[in-house]
């Protein structure tokens, strides 16, 4: 159990707490924030100086903290030492020593502790601004601070050396500064346009608008009130973390209403934003009274059965609720077609009962699923763009080096596909004896998300059930589904006579815009061959 402590924070003494960024239970890692803070010039995030479980928070928001201040106890048992390292934070943003020309000064940044490369989110003047000393000049930006630079003396600004996006480090120039009292610099005259462009500090960010008041121009004619517009609405006021988890999720942050003290936006407000958004976007069909159906197709007729006899309401299953949009829109975003086929298993039939005897006594069943598997690695080797996906873009294919082999298993609650990973470096053995424990995971309801993710190809079987042909559904991103029914005793010509052979259907669903029906037909032809010869599942 260790404290971690407020670290060197520069210059800054008693900086509020606007934010915590943790609770008590969470587990936390090294260099996680755990706290923001917020002076009249710069944002910082407190990193956590190792990883732990949050055991005690010391403070709260609005508190104000000092270098040593107590934040939180954590319990880093197992995972090293978490003694408060003193990293180096932003310092007080006092600008740095002007170089000095006739009559004008270039004004660099200061120094920012060990930050270096740190991006200019914002700049907060132009040429032709009449500033004031301590006003805030430029907002820079680095993955644990918000700071503002300001400028060391009153004047004009001549001309602006950086521009947003720029990377900039101790002692990059950010612009000229002419004139003014205090700059040890003979004055400028100010010029007659400057007092109106200085009449509203319509430029700083939410940070300089609650900034002391020595850092607010002094306009020297009363401000001309304007309509509210594009260029007068307030920059977001918000810590490092949600302005990237916004650019992460697309979020435009002058949107977002801030309920963080001085209105500040926090994580909570930026994911009600983005739920918001969603509840208010219509359904491209209800738009057009289409109802819930897709492509504007008439609504959906509304029925009381019970006029027509007795009823009784049932409820969806949870996994048919879960799967029921999934299958929808593989089914309507994807331009299946089916190819039909069969094998002739009977060989592979008679080897699979010479070999449950010796499997029944190892606790499991050997399934003719489980040489399904196998046989679809051998064609998937043989055609690798059935073991593909689609790219984003929807111009290029990834073809997957791996055989993770989802299997549709039939439960109480509905239809789930775990999967067999890693399906070509497993014996016939290995499989079956896996799918008899992810089935049974499967029928208590105990399979994990991870157990159902990352399948580069499926098998429906049906076998077990009957039917003799069906159209599966293909389990996006893959591009091609394997539906298997009931295997039947058949009379098949053998050159000579018809003599009785087991006879499985096979039916091939795929993606017609990865594959084409002359592939579709090779891929099934080939895995009934392999099928039909056990002897080729080891070639």
């Not at 959906?300 to 949009?325: N, T, Y």
């Amino acid at each position: 159990m260790s404290q971690v402590l407020v670290p060197d924070i520069g210059d800054f003494k008693e900086v509020e707490v606007i934010e915590v960024l943790v609770k008590p239970g969470d587990a936390v890692s090294k260099e996680q924030s755990l706290i923001t803070l917020e002076s009249d010039k710069a944002t910082m995030e407190i990193p956590s100086p190792g990883a732990g479980v949050v055991k005690e928070l010391k403070i709260k928001v609005g508190d104000k903290v000092s270098k040593g201040s107590p934040i939180l106890d954590l319990d880093d048992r197992g995972n090293g030492e978490a003694q408060p390292e003193e990293k180096p934070k932003p310092k007080a943003a006092k600008a740095e020593p002007p170089k000095q020309a006739a009559g004008a000064m270039t004004v660099l940044v200061s120094d920012i502790g060990d930050f270096k490369e740190v991006e200019v989110i914002e700049v907060l003047v132009k040429p032709g601004d009449a500033v004031t000393k301590e006003q805030s000049l430029i907002t820079l930006e680095s993955d644990k601070a918000t700071m503002e630079i300001p400028s060391p003396a009153a004047g004009v600004v001549k001309d602006v050396k950086v521009k947003v996006g720029d990377k900039i480090s101790k002692g990059s120039p950010i612009l000229t500064l002419e004139g003014g009292a205090g700059g040890g610099f003979p004055p400028a005259p100010i010029s007659k346009e400057a007092p109106a462009k200085a009449e509203a500090p319509k430029t700083e960010s939410p940070k300089a608008q609650t900034a002391k008041p020595a850092a607010v121009p002094a306009p020297t004619a009363p401000p001309v009130p304007r309509e509210p517009s594009d260029e007068t609405v307030a920059k977001p006021h918000a810590s490092p973390s949600v302005r990237k988890f916004a650019r992460e999720l697309g979020v435009d942050l002058p949107r977002v209403q801030g309920s963080g003290p001085k209105g500040r936006i926090l994580h909570a407000d930026v994911q009600a934003f983005v739920k918001g958004a969603l509840a208010k976007a219509p359904a491209p069909a209800a738009a057009k009274g289409g109802g819930a159906l897709p492509f504007n197709l008439p609504a959906w007729p509304e029925v009381d059965f019970a006029k027509f006899g007795p009823v009784e309401k049932e409820p969806l299953s949870r996994i048919q609720k879960l799967s029921g949009p999934y299958l929808h829109r593989n089914w309507i975003s994807i331009p299946h077609v089916t190819q039909f086929d069969e094998a002739d298993i009977t060989d592979l039939e008679a080897f699979r009962k010479n070999q449950t005897v010796e499997t029944e006594k190892k606790g499991f069943k050997l399934t003719m699923l489980a040489f399904m598997i196998k046989a679809c690695v051998t064609a998937l080797k043989a055609f690798p763009k059935f073991n593909s996906s689609l790219d984003k873009s929807g111009e290029g294919l990834i073809i997957k080096k791996y055989y993770h082999v989802g299997v549709a298993v039939d439960t109480p609650g509905g239809l789930v596909v775990p999967v067999v990973r890693d399906s070509d470096r497993k014996g016939v053995f290995d499989i079956a004896h896996e799918l008899g424990e992810i089935s049974k995971l499967a029928r208590d309801g105990k399979l994990k998300p991870g157990d159902m993710q990352g399948g580069t190809f499926s098998i429906s079987s049906l076998g077990g059930i009957g039917g003799t042909a069906f159209t599966p559904i293909i389990n996006a991103p893959e591009v091609a589904i394997l539906g298997v029914s009931r295997s039947t005793i058949r009379p098949v010509w053998n050159g000579k006579e018809f003599a009785p052979r087991l006879i499985l259907p096979l039916s091939l669903s795929y993606d017609h815009r990865v594959l084409d029906g002359a592939t579709a037909a090779r891929f099934s032809a080939f895995l009934a061959s392999v099928l039909s010869d056990i002897r080729k599942l080891i070639l």
